[in-house]
């Protein structure tokens, strides 16, 4: 482990280009398809709902909430993933606002209904109190009994399927991968690192960019988004609706903003139908309240 150099702290800059697409091919519209069925089946937030798609890459999810009729902002520092997010609307007529921007600064203040963070768009920052922006930035943008949905790495599963390298084609271009962990993962509250270079061989010419990301246990998860007044609601491992385990990928955390501003912790024990939205909005972010708590609709 020692041997890796660490990747420069504003790794995510550069990380994010036309490459990025490429290496993950399987990245694609047909998951962000089956992605957004899991958010509707689950969350069911009216359409025309404002969504805030924060780091949306090249939209992949944004147009196919966009194409159900979501009112969709979409947020990413890469001018290049925005660039096509942006071709791709434009080619199917579809109404949604790209910014480029910095998830830390929320692009509106008690705008949004719904903010989603998919794949692993969270723990990029080298210090904990920029992670933690990010999450004031979604209480921020959220309206009163918002809501969020963030799809986050599973960090027992990173840790017990690692593989330090792999290599592979893909679209003709050599692609080699290697990972490392940072800290100590068995230390409470250790900083605690996936990092991954990634080398291209391409045309007889070499290039390469860094990842780095930090992995949060869920509890610790659940601490951050508390102290930022957010509260999970629930915790899902994978897009087929199973629950959080130690041998499922993902940490797909649901929830909403805390009641009066006071987040309850994850875990919190809760009776059966009890809901803990707010639903003071009048707006779509009451969704999941009882029928006649119900506001009206979205316009
Ligand atoms: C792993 S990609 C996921 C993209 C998209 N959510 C998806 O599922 O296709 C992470 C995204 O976060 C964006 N990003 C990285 N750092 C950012 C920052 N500081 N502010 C806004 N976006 C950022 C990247 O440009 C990239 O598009």
Redesign the pocket.
């Known amino acids: 482990m020692a041997s890796h150099r660490s990747p420069a702290s504003d790794w995510?800059?550069t990380?994010?280009r036309y490459d990025?697409l490429r290496v993950y091919p399987h990245?694609n519209d047909e998951e962000?398809h089956r992605q957004v069925d899991f958010l509707v089946d689950n969350m069911d937030i009216p359409p025309s709902c404002e969504v805030l798609?924060?780091?949306?890459?090249?939209g992949?999810?944004s147009l196919e909430l966009a194409r159900r009729g979501y009112r969709v902002t979409g947020?990413?520092?890469?001018e290049e993933?925005l660039e096509r997010a942006r071709r791709r609307t434009a080619e199917e007529g579809l109404d949604i606002t790209f910014i480029q921007?910095?998830?830390?600064d929320p692009p509106g203040v008690s705008a949004f209904d719904l903010v989603v963070?998919?794949?692993?768009?969270f723990g990029?920052?080298q210090e904990d109190r920029e992670n933690a922006r990010v999450l004031d930035a979604i209480t921020r943008s959220l309206r009163p009994g918002g809501r969020f949905l963030m799809d986050y790495l599973n960090r027992e599963y990173v840790i017990s399927t690692f593989v330090p390298a792999d290599s592979r084609t893909v679209e003709g271009m050599e692609v080699e991968q290697r990972r490392w962990i940072s800290g100590d993962p068995s230390e409470t509250g250790g900083h605690v690192r996936i990092n991954k270079q990634v080398r291209i061989r391409e045309d007889g010419a070499e290039r390469s960019y860094d990842e780095s990301v930090r992995m949060y246990t869920l509890d610790e998860l659940g601490e951050m988004m508390a102290r930022a007044g957010l509260e999970i609601v629930q915790a899902y491992g994978d897009f087929d609706g199973s629950p959080v385990s130690a041998d499922l990928p993902r940490n797909i955390l649901v929830g909403q903003i805390g009641q009066s501003g006071e987040a309850g912790a994850f875990g919190e024990t809760r009776q059966p139908g009890e809901s803990r939205l707010a639903g003071e909005s009048g707006s779509c972010a009451d969704a999941a309240l009882p029928d006649e708590k119900k506001a009206k609709p979205c316009p």
Do not use: Q
């Open positions: 995510y800059k990380a994010f990025y990245r962000a798609d924060l780091g949306c890459g090249d992949r999810h947020l990413d520092l890469s993933l921007g910095d998830m830390r963070n998919f794949f692993t768009s990029y920052f």
